[in-house]
T-cell receptor, first 111, second 113 residues
Framework: DAKTTQPPSMDCAEGRAANLPCNHS???????VYWYRQIHSQGPQYIIH???NNETNEMASLIITEDRKSSTLILPHATLRDTAVYYC????????????FGTGTKLQVIP | GAVVSQHPSWVICKSGTSVKIECRSL??????MFWYRQFPKQSLMLMAT?????????EQGVEKDKFLINHASLTLSTLTVTSAHPEDSSFYIC?????????FGNGTRLTVT
C-alpha cells in the first residue's frame, strides 16, 4: 500500500466546511483513496472512497487531484459530532488487501 | 449497510487467563477478516489477516501462539488472547470487506488485571 501523509490536527468552527488534506504521492494507478474516521473508543467508520473522479455522498465530498498525488476530504457543514480522527488510506480495494492505518488527522470542531 | 459485529465490547480478565473475541459479518460473507490492536492515543495496528478455512497471516512481531485466530465460517472470525498479561490490555478491532468498502466492528476493550 502507498503511504499517506496527513496533518496531525486541525480545528474547524461548527457550521463551517472542514477540509482535510492527504498526500499520497506514491499512489499507483489502480489504488483507491479511502477515508475513514474514528470517534473516540469506537471502530473506524467508512466515509467515502474514489479512484480518480471526485465523489460525493451524504457524509462528505472527496476531491482527488488530477495527478492523484493528493486528495481532500470535505465535510460541508461540520458539527460537533464530526470531532474525530480522520484517516486517509490508499488501497488496491480487493477483498484480500489488508488495510494499514497512518496516524490520521485529529479534527476538533469548535462551537 | 453492511455491519460487522464484535463481542464482547469490553472484558476484564485476570493475568494468565485466556480471552476470546468474536467478529461477525451480519449481512455479508467475508472470506477475509482483519484484526487490529490500538493503544491509547495511537493509530490502529494491523495484527493479522484471518482467512476462512486456512491459517491466519500474522504481521511481523505478532506472536501467533499468543493471539490465536480461527475463521471457521464465512461470517465468523475469533481472536483468542492466550495467557493474557497486563501488557495485552488494549482495544482490539476487527474488520471485513463487503463489495467496495471495509467495515469495522466497534471494538473490544480488554483489560488484564
Amino acid at each position: 500500500d502507498a503511504k499517506t501523509t496527513q496533518p496531525p490536527s486541525m480545528d474547524c468552527a461548527e457550521g463551517r466546511a472542514a477540509n482535510l488534506p492527504c498526500n499520497h504521492s506514491t499512489i499507483s494507478g489502480n489504488e483507491y483513496v479511502y477515508w475513514y474516521r474514528q470517534i473516540h473508543s469506537q471502530g473506524p467508520q467508512y466515509i467515502i472512497h474514489g479512484l480518480k473522479n471526485n465523489e460525493t455522498n451524504e457524509m462528505a465530498s472527496l476531491i482527488i487531484t488530477e495527478d492523484r498525488k493528493s486528495s481532500t476530504l470535505i465535510l460541508p457543514h461540520a458539527t460537533l459530532r464530526d470531532t474525530a480522527v480522520y484517516y486517509c488510506i490508499v488501497n488496491l480495494g480487493g477483498g484480500y488487501q489488508k488495510v494499514t492505518f497512518g496516524t490520521g488527522t485529529k479534527l476538533q470542531v469548535i462551537p | 449497510g453492511a455491519v460487522v459485529s464484535q463481542h464482547p465490547s469490553w472484558v476484564i480478565c485476570k493475568s494468565g487467563t485466556s480471552v476470546k473475541i468474536e467478529c461477525r459479518s451480519l449481512d455479508f460473507q467475508a472470506t477475509t477478516m482483519f484484526w487490529y490492536r490500538q493503544f491509547p492515543k495511537q493509530s490502529l495496528m494491523l495484527m493479522a489477516t484471518s482467512n476462512e478455512g486456512s491459517k491466519a497471516t500474522y504481521e511481523q512481531g505478532v506472536e501467533k501462539d499468543k493471539f490465536l485466530i480461527n475463521h471457521a465460517s464465512l461470517t465468523l472470525s475469533t481472536l483468542t488472547v492466550t495467557s493474557a498479561h497486563p501488557e495485552d490490555s488494549s482495544f482490539y478491532i476487527c474488520s471485513a470487506r463487503d463489495q467496495d468498502s471495509y467495515h469495522f466492528g466497534n471494538g473490544t476493550r480488554l483489560t488484564v488485571t
